[in-house]
């Protein structure tokens, strides 16, 4: 059973798991970041690392489906 949020852009696909949905691709994604330094992970969360504001780097129609 897979669930996806219908948009032109790809996102990502969530499966059931023991403790909620889980995916892959955006656990990669996070273990990504953390191998560059941008993330760090604790027990329960991730925390951005790097000085940088991400925000403004989105496209205007990414900034109107983000706020």
């Given at each position: 059973?897979?669930?996806?949020?219908?948009?032109?852009?790809?996102?990502?696909?969530?499966?059931?798991?023991?403790?909620?949905?889980?995916?892959?691709?955006?656990?990669?994604?996070?273990?990504?970041?953390?191998?560059?330094?941008?993330?760090s992970e604790s027990s329960k969360?991730?925390?951005?690392?790097?000085?940088?504001?991400?925000?403004?780097?989105?496209?205007?129609?990414?900034?109107?489906?983000?706020?």
């Open positions: 059973m897979h669930s996806r949020y219908k948009t032109k852009k790809k996102t990502y696909d969530f499966v059931p798991y023991k403790f909620g949905c889980f995916s892959f691709q955006a656990n990669a994604d996070l273990n990504t970041l953390k191998k560059y330094g941008i993330v969360s991730w925390v951005k690392l790097d000085e940088t504001n991400y925000l403004v780097q989105l496209d205007k129609e990414d900034k109107k489906n983000y706020f």
